[in-house]
């Protein structure tokens, strides 16, 4: 061999180690045909079938039980694990490869997620069907306190809608209404013709000024009490009705805070706040 000829290895094998990489990476330098070669060989991708997939799957429960389970199932991990909290879809996410605390380590994928769904509770829009904030006709009126009637919480069930049916019996009558300013209470005048003898016959109903119900924006969630002006109209003797809400986002958002606090207590971290979206 001639003194001027340098002799390479015929190929090294070097590890590439990097923070986003997810499998073992290589740079092989070898002696090829048009002189010194390199390249770099992921195994995962050359054989994808022999390591478990590069990102883990989000998990997804329902309810509050069920996330406390997996958590102790799988804990979370030191002084790195997080919740975030979503109040606008209710959701809270536990991200398990969070960042670490010292911003000068490497990152992480933050892809280890176990998300608590929330379910949306049917009787939450059975409520604000009846509780709309619009005048209905008596009849129809009626009809949705009916289906609401589960959900009243300030007035026995039998009593109000004993005032209901005595109002929806009332139909071809004529009202006229005042309220009584030491209770609060409405008053209806009704008068009908009596068709055995002429003349007419009256008769009084007291009707509260104010209707409580109570529901569950979600399934697994504090009860939301709403309370709700009952406003009547007359007109051309022919009488409206509704519910109209007082303002209750202010308890929907107690409601979420109470939630999270329960649950940043049982988890042993805090729940971020992240109420982005609709």
């Not at 933050?110 to 059975?126: C, G, S």
Request: charged residues 25%.
């Amino acid at each position: 061999m001639s003194e001027n000829t340098i002799e390479l290895p015929n190929q090294t094998v070097e590890l590439i180690d990097g923070p986003d990489n997810d499998g073992p990476i290589y740079l092989i330098t070898a002696n090829g045909e048009n002189g010194l070669e390199t390249r770099v060989v992921d195994l995962r991708k050359e054989a994808p079938h022999a390591f478990p997939p590069r990102t883990t799957q989000p998990r997804t429960v329902t309810d509050t039980a069920s996330l406390l389970a997996e958590v102790e199932r799988r804990p979370l991990v030191e002084n790195i694990s997080t919740a975030w909290g979503n109040r606008n879809v209710g959701e809270i996410t536990i991200v398990y490869d969070e960042l670490e605390p010292d911003a000068n380590l490497d990152y992480t994928n933050r892809a280890d997620h176990l998300r608590l769904k929330f379910v949306r509770d049917p009787d939450w829009n059975t409520l604000f069907r009846a509780a709309d904030g619009e005048f209905h006709r008596q009849e129809e009126f009626g009809d949705l306190i009916e289906q609401a009637g589960h959900l009243i919480i300030s007035h026995p069930a039998a009593e109000l809608m004993e005032i209901v049916d005595s109002i929806r019996t009332s139909s071809s009558g004529s009202f006229k209404s005042q309220i009584k300013r030491d209770t609060g209470s409405q008053h209806l005048s009704y008068s009908e013709e009596v068709t055995a003898s002429a003349g007419s016959a009256s008769r009084e109903l007291e009707v509260p000024r104010e209707i409580t119900l109570a529901a569950r924006p979600f399934e697994d969630y504090p009860l939301v009490e709403i309370t709700c002006w009952l406003r009547l109209r007359v007109a051309n003797g022919n009488l409206y009705l509704g519910l109209f809400p007082k303002p209750y986002e202010h308890l929907v958002r107690d409601a979420w805070t109470q939630k999270t606090g329960e649950l940043a207590e049982q988890l042993g971290v805090p729940v971020y706040a992240a109420n982005l979206g609709q």
